[in-house]
């Protein structure tokens, strides 16, 4: 993990367990991996006293990702 001034970066690369169809969904599932990360992390700092006031903010550099996440047709 990196901190640049106020915040920090954090940057992972491994093989994802599943095999996707698209770039799209292999953007979107790496996308829901670092959310489950994130919510990790925010309880592990929770548990050592440490409180997240900020929201985390996850960036996403795929258009179709980005059109999927917003469009609540796609969610159950």
């Known amino acids: 993990m990196f901190s640049f001034g106020s915040g920090a970066v954090s940057w992972s690369s491994k093989k ?3 095999v996707t169809l698209s770039s799209m969904e292999a953007r ?8 489950c990360e994130v919510v990790w992390l925010q309880k592990l ?3 050592l006293g440490q409180s ?6 996850i960036y996403c550099d795929n258009i179709s990702s ?3 996440v917003n ?3 796609y969610h159950a």
């Open 16 to 18: 994802q367990p599943t």
């Open 28 to 35: 979107y599932r790496g996308a829901t991996i670092t959310a």
């Open 45 to 47: 700092l929770s548990d």
């Open 52 to 57: 997240m006031d900020a929201p985390i903010v």
């Open 66 to 68: 980005i059109l999927l």
């Open 71 to 73: 469009n609540l047709v």
